[in-house]
């Protein structure tokens, strides 16, 4: 088993080299990504997403978001909700009370990211690690009121449990299982996080020999968090997996690096391939072997791949975000690779932490002074689209229309209607597929609405009330169908976001 404390000095080089300057610039780091995520957060509205979240935090108690979830309202595990409750409680703004676990989830996962690869170097690397971190998607997600800046947190400490701690006792094997425990408490597809683990085990150990103690624990904290939230899963096996927005497709498991680092890529995979061909020139002789440490970071590279076995096995559900885990060992990685080929040579670790470290700040800051540029990760155009939704239903005559009809399939309704005014308006309007189904979109916001209130109409029931309601981007299934009951529909009203009113006239 991978750990410092085991006796074996090649996994613990870095002694003397560590310098209390590294645990400061990594703390002031930490400070700037933490208060610079508070300040986009204040500056954000809530996306579709972030929205179930604060909607099922805010239900009337524990038991009925455990009931909710066990009725498919989102596809997260009751724990973050009831976090986010917690945290709602306090006297600031909802859009950043909501978004803070998040926020502090990230720089703490950061830090731990940093304390692990420091422990195997030196602090310069270490903050190599950090900086890595800084140039990935991971500060989206200490923005975001969603799970997965504490999914990364888990991971990243489940990472320093596994190489740092000892493996003398049972407490470091106790520990290791609590923490999987956590992060599948957070978000179900933790458990991928065992696979760099078991897939080293393999690599390593003596063929039928006995799992290691931690992961052993780790295995029996899945299964404690799957017994634990086996409503909830089940439920989302029967009611998502059918529908699920983002299946899995070769050319998105293709695309996992680039989405993780979409910035940050190209410096990552030049600097590789320097390494590969000035290292060993650089240090006068044979680039050292690869250390169990590292090769277990690499190993954090097959998690989507996993992902994707896992969801064409059964949960069709393949999005980008939800191998978040990767990130932690990555970086990781990367920093023991350089210090395997340069060791301590200030004058390539301090020039290549700059680098990512000025490329991450930059980012972020400009995202502070211009928040607006901050896209969810699957809707690029919503910003844009409910705030020209607001404008729009605030230019409608209060006594004109008393609904207001959006398709329960667009992500704007749920958006619109949680900032308006007058969100007893606002009706969303269910149509069947060719096969008689529902979107994903429309059977999420339907199962929400068993808990929050919202009104749902079928077509007979537009036709009924077409000449008080006003369609908002309607589908032209639901204009043929009102025009074939004998109603003449024209365009009543439009707005720059592509937006425009339907009616009768």
Known sequence: MLSTTSGSRGLHPSG??????????????????????????????????????????????????????????????????????????????????????????????????????????????????????SCSALPYYGYEARPYALYFMFASLALWIWIHASDAGKLSSFLFGIVIFFAVAVHYYAILCLVPYAVWEVSNRKPWRAPSGKLTAGCLGVLCAAALFSRQILALRQVFSPYFWSRPAPSSLAAILNDYFNYGLFPLAAIMIWVALVGPREKGAVASAMRPSEQLGWFFGLIPVAGYILAKLGTNAFSPRYYIALLPGIAVAFSCLLWRQFGS????????????????????????????????????????????????????PT??????????????????????????????LVELRSNNSVSWNSRTAMNLGQYSPMLFWTLDDLKAHVRETALVDPSQEAIAAVEQSGYKMRITGRIDGGLEVVSVE
């Open 399 to 428: 006594s004109a229309k008393q609904f207001i009809v959006l398709p329960a399939s667009d992500l704007l309704g749920v958006e619109a209607r949680y900032y308006s005014k007058h969100p007893e308006k606002y009706v969303f």
């Open 16 to 133: 003397s080299s560590q310098h209390k300057g590294s645990f400061i610039a990594a703390v002031l780091l930490a400070v700037i990504y933490l208060l610079t995520s508070v300040l986009i957060a204040s500056h954000r509205l809530f996306w579709y997403d972030e929205i179930f979240t604060v909607t099922i935090s805010q239900l009337p108690d524990c038991s009925t978001i455990w009931k909710a979830l066990a009725h498919a309202s989102d596809a997260m595990p009751p724990t973050y909700y009831m976090l986010v409750r917690i945290f709602d409680q306090l006297p600031i703004p909802r859009e950043v009370a909501a978004r803070l676990p998040s926020a502090l989830a990230m720089v703490a996962g950061m830090l731990i990211t940093f304390d692990c690869a420091r422990r195997l170097s030196d602090g310069v690397y270490g903050l190599i690690a950090f900086s890595v971190l």
């Open 345 to 396: 040579t200030l004058r390539i670790s301090i020039p290549v932490f700059l680098l990512f470290a000025t490329l991450g700040l930059g980012v972020q800051f400009v995202l502070v002074r211009h928040p607006d540029l901050v896209r969810p990760p699957t809707a690029k155009l919503e910003p844009e689209r409910v705030n020209a939704m607001l404008i729009l239903e605030n230019r409608m």
